[in-house]
Structure formats: C-alpha cells, structure tokens
C-alpha cells in the first residue's frame, strides 16, 4: 500500500507559476499527474516511469512545453512545475502511483492503483 499526499495548493493568475509536490510513503515505478475540471473528465496531465537510473517522462498536448514532471528518490516525492499558466488549467489536480512495471503501459489512462486526496489549482484571466 502506497499513500500518497499531495501539497501546494495556489491560485495564481495566468501566466503565473505554480509548483506540485506529491510525497509518496513508498516505492512507485510509475508516477503521474492527472486533473480534473468541473463536469469534465479526469486527463492525464504528466507522467513518469523509470528504475532510479534512467526515467522517461511524457506530456499530453496541453501542457507539453509548460509543464515538467520530475521525481526525487530519496525522498519518494513527485513534482510538478508548472509555467505560463493558463485558465484552462483550472482543476483539482491528482498524483497516482503505480509499483508495477504494467503500468508503463497505462498511458494516460488512470489505470493506476494509488491515488492521493486532491489539490486545488485555480488561475484567474
């Protein structure tokens, strides 16, 4: 069992930055961030995949040039950072964890087994 415990709340307004961190009680090989609109479906946003020497990390469209996903092992934490935020970025924001090598195929899909509580993130035009 993997808790994960997500912080850095913020509003900000566009074109600000924002940065998430996701601290994780145990080991995940894959790693993701995901969110959440009102009314609208939960999108993959960043995720990461690697065995503490080498990571792959990918981006959907929407946030691919703004955004960076990173991960610190000896802390178990997952970051995000994100730049020139847009309105559109507006949404509860999720970490998801997964300790199986699968799970490099999930894609974007969340098909991961842990999931943390939410954080909100809100960027004002």
């Known amino acids: 069992q993997v808790q994960l415990v997500e912080s850095g709340v913020g509003s900000v307004q566009a074109g600000g930055s924002l940065r998430l961190s996701c601290a994780a009680s145990?080991?995940?090989?894959?790693m993701g961030w995901f969110r959440q609109a009102p009314g609208k479906e939960r999108e993959g946003v960043a995720r990461?995949?690697?065995?503490?020497?080498?990571?792959?990390?990918y981006y959907a469209d929407s946030v691919k040039g703004r955004f960076t996903i990173s991960k610190d092992n000896a802390k178990n934490t997952l970051y995000l950072q994100m730049n020139t935020l847009k309105p559109e970025d507006t949404a509860m924001y999720y970490c998801?964890?997964?300790?199986?090598?699968?799970?490099?195929?999930?894609?974007?899909?969340?098909?991961?087994?842990?999931w943390g509580q939410g954080t909100q993130v809100t960027v004002s035009s």
């Open positions: 990461i995949y690697g065995d503490g020497t080498t990571y792959f990390a």
């Open positions: 145990g080991y995940s090989y894959c």
């Open positions: 998801a964890a997964d300790s199986r090598t699968l799970c490099v195929a999930f894609g974007f899909f969340p098909s991961y087994t842990y």
